[in-house]
């Protein structure tokens, strides 16, 4: 079929998003054991062409202001749609086969989802270790497919943008010199060198035992973050109460809200990793969690109803462009953090679980020292993947890189064989680090114009909300600019890592 216009174009693309992201969610919660994303992309295949992506960019270019930005967006929405009408059935073949995936462990077949999650709640030390040992080679049978995948795609999007180099074609999307980022994230992460290595041994021998390895392997990672030993105060059964009464205290009625749908439900197949998928906002937004007990829990909970309350409260009168696309993911992840970071307060703790002060400081920092572990982390697979990416052709070589980078930062043991696995599309781990950033300035912010008691407080909640009726049109660097910061000023960050 001919080309349609921008508009005709953006309503057929707000149902086939709104399909594929349905068929995620129930693939993702359980509800599905096979994925058919193929046929959804095969019934929209006429919309997904080569001509459609020229004739989006031919008006593009002589367009200006929003109406160019949002034609940028729709443009790269085609792009996306042409990749997974080449590659879905590829990807369906191996979401379908990690589905089918068993790992045995003591006498029980597990779903290797199901495994992944019963690391966070299995206590014996040397019963992790063999269980992620499990996990981590059943995970890297697959790697071969996700290399392949990897290469396609690649393939694929160095044609559609003219750009033939990943780091500057993602680069430019962002708006954002992602090597310049990571010099800037780097340096802050050595400022915390220091702090971290004493959060991390105090926290360690209380978590995992002073007889544990100095180096832990990562599959302790989920254990240590749930904050196992304090499960017992940060029960699963009260997690969904507490984190609406949070919410509440800011403005928001999460519960009350038709737009935002709850999954909190536990299945088997269940994707451990909570999440939230926008199908069509801010009319159908789901929220997804799995419980499992222990603060990560709450964390869990108050970081996607950040995404949650974004989406579903974007004014419904905004183009589907800025309701739904984003050149990436770096704003709304502003809000998730933002959200998730209240349990950080000492006064939450002691609030909401009648902690004692030095009880509810103490909880408070096994927070930070989590946050800590995961923002250098995440600064070291940023440094990974620039290096991968700059020597595409070569990626299965960077997988010691990938070890000895993320293993030195976080102090967790990560395997080589994890080199894919643990990586995200698009420089996601740039958008990641860029909220990180974004939300030290937020809660700055915050702290001069509604008081250290910020969290619950209804300017709060005032703020936010005229950011989120914006829905996904700004960038995150240009919350930074109105709040006066320069996008890349670390200081907030460091100050609050390393309190």
Not at 16 to 45: C, D, P
């Amino acid at each position: 079929m001919p080309p349609l216009a921008p508009d005709a174009f953006e309503e057929e693309l707000s149902r086939y998003l709104f399909e594929r992201a349905e068929e995620a969610r129930a693939v993702r919660v359980g509800e599905k054991e096979t994925s058919e994303q193929a046929a959804i992309v095969a019934r929209y295949a006429g919309l997904f062409t080569r001509a459609q992506h020229d004739a989006l960019r031919g008006v593009e270019e002589a367009a200006s202001g929003d109406v160019r930005e949002r034609l940028l967006r729709l443009r790269e929405a085609c792009a996306g749609g042409i990749v997974a009408a080449e590659l879905a059935e590829r990807s369906d073949a191996l979401e379908n086969a990690i589905l089918a995936c068993r790992v045995d462990f003591d006498g029980e077949s597990l779903p290797l989802r199901s495994a992944q999650a019963r690391l966070a709640v299995l206590e014996p030390y040397a019963a992790r270790d063999r269980l992620g040992g499990l996990v981590s080679d059943a995970s890297a049978a697959f790697n071969p497919e996700r290399l392949e995948l990897l290469r396609c795609g690649e393939r694929l999007d160095a044609e559609l943008s003219g750009e033939p180099d990943p780091v500057r074609r993602s680069g430019e999307l962002k708006g954002v010199d992602l090597r310049a980022l990571a010099s800037a994230l780097e340096s802050a992460s050595a400022q915390l060198d220091g702090p971290y290595a004493k959060l991390r041994g105090c926290w360690l021998d209380r978590l995992l035992g002073t007889d544990r390895d100095d180096q832990p392997l990562s599959a302790h990672f989920s254990y240590v973050r749930r904050l196992s030993p304090l499960a017992s105060t940060y029960t699963k059964e009260r997690a969904v109460a507490v984190c609406l009464e949070t919410l509440t205290a800011l403005g928001f009625d999460l519960a009350g809200d038709e737009r935002i749908r709850l999954d909190l439900d536990d299945r088997p197949q269940k994707n451990p990793r909570a999440c939230v998928i926008a199908s069509d906002p801010p009319r159908v937004v789901h929220l997804i969690t799995r419980a499992q007990g222990g603060l990560a829990d709450y964390q869990a909970f108050l970081h996607e109803a950040g995404h949650a309350l974004h989406y579903a409260g974007c004014d419904p009168g905004l183009p589907y462009a800025f309701r739904r696309l984003a050149r990436d993911h770096a704003l709304t992840e502003i809000y998730s953090f933002l959200a998730e970071s209240v349990t950080h307060e000492p006064g939450w703790h002691a609030l909401h679980f009648g902690l004692d002060a030095v009880t509810a400081a103490a909880n408070a920092e096994a927070t930070r020292f989590l946050d800590a572990g995961l923002f250098r982390r995440y600064t070291a697979k940023l440094r990974y993947e620039l290096g991968l990416w700059a020597d595409f052709a070569n990626a299965a070589e960077h997988a010691s890189e990938y070890e000895r980078l993320v293993s030195g930062a976080s102090g967790f043991r990560y395997p080589r064989s994890g080199f894919l696995a643990d990586m995200d599309d698009g420089f996601y781990s740039a958008d990641y680090l860029r909220a990180w950033i974004r939300a030290a300035q937020v809660r700055a912010h915050l702290r001069r114009e509604a008081g250290e008691g910020w969290w619950r407080r209804a300017e709060t909640g005032e703020l936010l909300r005229g950011l989120f009726r914006e829905g996904t049109r700004p960038s995150s660097e240009d919350v930074a600019a109105r709040l006066g910061f320069e996008p890349l000023d670390t200081g907030p960050l460091v100050a609050e890592l390393a309190a």
